[in-house]
T-cell receptor, first 111, second 115 residues
Framework: GQNIDQPTEMTATEGAIVQINCTYQ??????LFWYQQHAGEAPTFLSY????GLEEKGRFSSFLSRSKGYSYLLLKELQMKDSASYLC????????????FGKGTSLLVTP | EAGVTQFPSHSVIEKGQTVTLRCDPI?????LYWYRRVMGKEIKFLLH????????ESGMPNNRFLAERTGGTYSTLKVQPAELEDSGVYFC?????????????FGNGTRLTVT
């Protein structure tokens, strides 16, 4: 299986930039996903990385380094509604199409 | 399009009772997944259907859990008999394609409390 580690909590200010890191250990890496989850709601897909580098999608970007087993999610121009849990999930060839999730990072955006 | 819907949203049952959770995936999505989040832990994979067939059930905790997807549309997850450690949020997700990257679309989950 994988060890997927992310910080438990982070706090940032409205309008600022925040980077949420995720490290993982796996054999047969087959993709890394970031999801956002507001309390009591469904996790929603944010981004996907399978090759090294940066994927940009509006205010959100995700970076992957496969050799380091490392990814980050970058949120720019933070808004209050960005307060949520951010889940890093990894797929490997052994687990097929199942996603293995980290515990999530709870982000609080303050005024 | 309608998203993944799950029923009920909450369920409180006593130890030893039976509960059945239902998931309606997005129309046209052949892939259906069940996940569970126990308090304080990460979301964990339970099983994966492709249409009506079980593709992977390696995450099912034990034989008290039975998942079905007759006809390849909605799915049910039955827990019988329920134990205290079964409490948690059960998520269903669906996706359209198997062989390529296809993000999972999650439902809001069913919060199960076993007392």
């Amino acid at each position: 299986g994988q060890n997927i580690d992310q910080p438990t909590e982070m706090t940032a200010t409205e309008g600022a930039i925040v980077q949420i890191n995720c490290t993982y250990q796996t054999s047969g890496f087959n993709g890394l996903f970031w999801y956002q989850q507001h309390a009591g709601e469904a996790p929603t897909f944010l981004s996907y990385n399978v090759l090294d580098g940066l994927e940009e999608k509006g205010r959100f970007s995700s970076f992957l380094s496969r050799s380091k087993g490392y990814s980050y999610l970058l949120l720019k121009e933070l808004q209050m509604k960005d307060s949520a849990s951010y889940l890093c999930a990894v797929r490997d060839q052994k687990s097929g199409y199942a996603l293995n999730f980290g515990k999530g990072t709870s982000l609080l955006v303050t005024p | 399009e309608a998203g993944v819907t799950q029923f009920p949203s909450h369920s409180v049952i006593e130890k030893g009772q039976t509960v059945t959770l239902r998931c309606d995936p997005i129309s046209g999505h052949d892939n259906l997944y069940w996940y569970r989040r126990v308090m304080g832990k990460e979301i964990k994979f339970l099983l994966h259907f492709v249409k009506e067939s079980k593709q992977d059930e390696s995450g099912m905790p034990n034989n008290r859990f039975l998942a079905e997807r007759t006809g390849g549309t909605y799915s049910t997850l039955k827990v019988q008999p329920a134990e205290l450690e079964d409490s948690g949020v059960y998520f269903c997700a669906s996706s359209q394609l198997t062989g390529v990257v296809s993000p999972l679309h999650f439902g809001n989950g069913t919060r199960l409390t076993v007392t």
